[in-house]
């Protein structure tokens, strides 16, 4: 049977930003359904754009919006938190409206760090694939809807993830679960179908590990879409509390 009074929890991220480890920290709860980037299809059916995984996502996934943002709005669970992982930029072309129904939760990374581990899956990325752009045109429009929102910088959650994870729990209106600290190794049942491209590291997981600062410089090709990424990653911390 179907829960009433779903906590719903959206994650709004960019790539390479510990997003799937969030997903694997909500998944421990016992209270928790979790689900990967339903809009994926969508996205890549609007856009166009490449991605390792484009024909298997495009083959398997809904690629109607509408119905997969009724589905979110309207989870068929019995957990009574529902988490759903998505990128910033899957909202592209949508009313985001939908916005007002749920927690949402930007989870934002410094562009540096971010360039150096996408450049190794997508060696020219662009504005929209990074999604501090997107991120920081959503943050504008839910801060003037009135709809709730906090904004949290990976950096923050691998340096104390008990004090980030406790915090958002309170904004989502839940208790925390120490069980949100630890996880098994391995592939996950509720991974996307482009895990075998992405999800290596975190496969190999069971925490989210400590913040390691990274010292490698920029390649040329990347300087001038990180000075670009740099100046939205600034307006995006200015809406953290």
């Known amino acids: 049977m179907k829960k009433l009074g ?3 929890i959206a994650l709004w991220s960019g790539p390479r930003n510990i997003s799937t480890a969030l997903m694997y920290s909500f998944a421990n709860r016992q209270d928790t359904k979790v689900i990967d980037e ?4 969508y996205f890549l059916k609007h856009t166009g754009v490449w991605r390792p995984s484009r024909e298997e996502v495009l083959d398997s996934m809904d690629l109607n919006p509408s119905s997969v943002i009724n589905n979110m709005i309207h989870p068929d669970v019995n957990q009574s938190v529902y988490f759903i992982k998505n990128m910033a930029n899957h909202l592209l072309g949508l009313d985001w409206s939908f916005l007002a129904n749920f927690h949402n939760l930007i989870l934002t990374r410094h562009p540096k760090e971010m360039l150096l581990s996408y450049s190794q899956h997508m060696e020219k990325p662009t504005m929209l694939d990074t999604c501090y752009e997107i991120q ?3 943050l ?3 801060a003037l809807q009135n709809i709730p929102f906090i904004v949290v910088d990976s950096k923050q959650v691998l340096k104390n993830s008990e004090r980030v994870l406790t915090k958002i729990c309170e904004f989502s209106s839940i208790s925390f679960s120490s069980n949100m600290l630890i996880w098994e190794k391995g592939p996950k049942i509720e991974d996307g179908i482009w895990a075998k491209y992405w999800y290596n590291n975190v496969h190999k997981s069971t925490s989210f590990g ?3 600062s990274n010292d490698q410089k920029l390649p040329i090709h ?3 879409i990180y000075e670009k990424c740099l100046i939205h990653y600034n307006q995006i911390l200015k809406f953290q509390t």
């Open 6 to 8: 779903v906590k719903k």
């Open 38 to 41: 339903p809009l994926f299809g």
């Open 136 to 138: 920081h045109e959503l």
């Open 140 to 142: 504008k429009y839910l």
């Open 210 to 212: 400590n913040y390691v």
């Open 222 to 224: 990347l300087i001038d």
